[in-house]
């Protein structure tokens, strides 16, 4: 599955993906092939026609009043949670919605999430089973690390700053 997380201020992209049969690295190379090939054949040949029906779909599911009270108390709780504290959200992101142009959807894109973006910034996490052994730290494809121990390695990275509008919640 694929999702899009805000996780303390920041945003990510999310792919997530098992399998019994394939190494989590080839998985890997896939994904970023699978990318590339997004940018090329769908993103760049979408024409302004169809690019205005998806804006349209969107603003219409954001239009669409919550159909159980229970729907509504989980977006409320929701801004609470976070403390961003937006109750009229989907009217804000109705207006951000309208602003956005093709070309801004090809410019994150190649940015944030395509193999070359100036601005992209990759985590990958692989988890091993049985029927793959785990490579060996020579054995790793340039630019990945082998951690053994993740709190060590969590400790020995630099923090993110924190959200101008995060309290301690106790």
């Known amino acids: 599955f694929t999702e899009v997380q805000d996780r303390e201020g920041v945003l990510s992209f999310l792919v ?39 804006i349209s779909s969107m603003i219409s ?3 669409e009043k919550d159909s159980r009270m229970i729907s509504r108390t989980l977006r409320f709780w929701g801004e609470i949670s976070t403390e961003k504290f937006l109750y009229n959200r989907a009217q804000l992101e109705i207006d951000a919605i309208q602003s956005i142009t093709r070309k801004d959807v090809e410019l994150l894109f190649d940015s944030f999430i395509a193999d070359r973006g100036e601005k992209r910034r990759k985590l990958s996490s692989f988890v091993y089973g049985c029927y793959h052994p785990i490579p060996d730290s020579g054995d790793l494809a340039p630019g990945f690390k082998l951690v053994k121990d993740s709190v060590s390695f969590r400790l020995s990275c630099p923090l993110f700053p924190v959200t ?4 301690p919640y106790f």
Not at 34 to 46: D, E, H, N, V
């Open 61 to 63: 599911e954001r239009m």
């Open 164 to 167: 101008t509008n995060s309290k």
């Open 16 to 54: 997530v993906i098992q399998s019994t049969c394939t190494d989590p690295d080839v998985i890997c190379r896939k994904i970023d092939n699978f990318l590339g090939q997004f940018r090329q054949r769908t993103l760049s040949g979408i024409t302004d026609a169809k690019f205005q029906t998806f």
